[in-house]
């Protein structure tokens, strides 16, 4: 089989930077993705998710058939980055490294996923080799909590396991479990007065606020469940009580009982906070992410630690608080993980990616796409979808 190009790939990850694509504003990067594709002899169909988001694109799948016996497996990544996003340039270092130049972000997170999978299918069609069925899914929004894959209607799809390319992890990594995410916002209204003259006429919106993250679990609630409130604002002036204050946080948790039982103690506790004080207190929240896990002795799992061992790499299986479009998947009955795409530092203006490792990660690629299913695995398939 032909190995992954250094050069290629790098190229290939190169033009994939010099396209802005922050989330909902993907349009000209989906257009590139989906010719680099038609190139291939792939079709990638966009479906209509936009519409609910008013995004430049859709979510782009496609399906490569293959000759190899055995249900389709899916590979996932995502067009969009983070901000800031725009004008990145991307810096070649003599060690192979890739940083962006430092305004922006580079955009490994999830273009060099994205590059690793264009690479791994250029080098099986090259060599001839024989592969399984294919199936493709490449999302918007996914940095804005999986907009895109939430609208997506997973019954297009066949394959019931699934490989996204989405983890900041050393090569080898994959994540077996994702968290339940949910976003709130808590609306705290008291009453205004002139701090100078009649502060008594006041209600405080704020006092009921510290009240509030006082009784809370801010950090980490419990072994498997992180809280945090991030921002906080209120107030008109320094001679003012504060008749408003807005405050903005996320929990996230492995069990998503313990998350639901959080969220209702937040609830609980800022109504109480507020009572307490003569103010009145809401909550609005979201349920971003459902939490999932896999079994290490699953097929997908095996299959992949087959995958890393043929490429010389050794696995190493854990878990994230991240999320992924995987959450998604799971939520409609799929069976995935997420694996280290060679990206790092995500999210800042310091991430960067290596070229070694994006070779790895392709090679890994294509031992997946490659791999026979053998029949101990046909019949865990079997069992576990009974």
């Given at each position: ?21 922050p989330s909902f504003h993907e349009g000209e990067m989906a257009a590139y993705v989906k010719q680099v594709f038609q190139d291939l002899g792939i079709v990638l169909h966009e479906d209509d998710a ?129 968290p339940t995410l949910i976003s709130f916002t808590v609306d705290i209204r008291g009453r205004s007065a002139h701090a100078g003259f009649n ?188």
């Amino acid at each position: 089989m032909t190995l992954p190009d250094a050069n290629r790939l790098t190229d290939q990850f190169l033009a994939f930077t010099k396209i802005d694509s922050p989330s909902f504003h993907e349009g000209e990067m989906a257009a590139y993705v989906k010719q680099v594709f038609q190139d291939l002899g792939i079709v990638l169909h966009e479906d209509d998710a936009n519409k609910y988001y008013g995004s430049q694109t859709g979510n782009l799948y496609g399906c490569w058939q293959g000759t190899l016996p055995g249900e389709p497996i899916l590979f996932m990544g995502h067009l969009d980055t983070v901000e800031p996003a725009y004008g990145r340039h991307a810096v070649l270092h003599e060690d192979g490294t890739i940083t962006s130049a430092g305004n922006t972000v580079l955009g490994a997170d999830d273009q060099s996923g994205l590059a690793e999978i264009v690479e791994a299918i250029r080098c099986i069609q090259e060599s001839h080799t024989a592969h399984r069925t294919i199936e493709f899914l490449i999302t918007f929004g996914e940095e804005a909590f999986d907009k895109g894959s939430r609208k997506f209607d997973f019954s297009l799809l066949k394959a019931r396991q699934a490989y996204t390319l989405d983890l900041e992890a050393p090569v080898g990594t994959a994540s077996l479990w994702e968290p339940t995410l949910i976003s709130f916002t808590v609306d705290i209204r008291g009453r205004s007065a002139h701090a100078g003259f009649n502060p008594e006429k006041g209600i405080n919106a704020l006092t009921a606020s510290a009240e509030l993250i006082h009784s809370l679990p801010i950090g980490r609630a419990d072994p498997v469940t992180v809280l945090n409130i991030g921002m906080i604002s209120g107030g008109t002036a320094v001679n003012a009580v504060p008749d408003h204050v807005v405050m903005k946080g996320e929990l996230r948790s492995r069990n998503h009982e313990k998350a639901l039982s959080l969220l209702q103690k937040i609830q609980d506790n800022a109504a109480e906070s507020a009572e307490k004080i003569g103010a009145k207190a809401s909550v609005d929240y979201e349920i971003a992410l459902h939490e999932y896990c896999i079994d290490e002795k699953e097929p997908v799992v095996k299959r992949y630690e087959a995958a890393c061992e043929k490429a010389g790499i050794k696995p190493v299986l854990s878990g994230s608080f991240g999320g992924s479009d995987n959450n998604q998947f799971a939520q409609h009955g799929g069976r995935g993980i997420v694996i280290a795409s060679a990206m790092y530092n995500c999210h800042t203006v310091h991430e960067y990616t290596r070229i070694s490792d994006m070779v790895q990660v392709a090679r890994i690629v294509m031992n997946l796409m490659t791999m026979e299913e053998d029949e101990k695995d046909e019949a865990a398939v079997t069992v576990s979808d009974q």
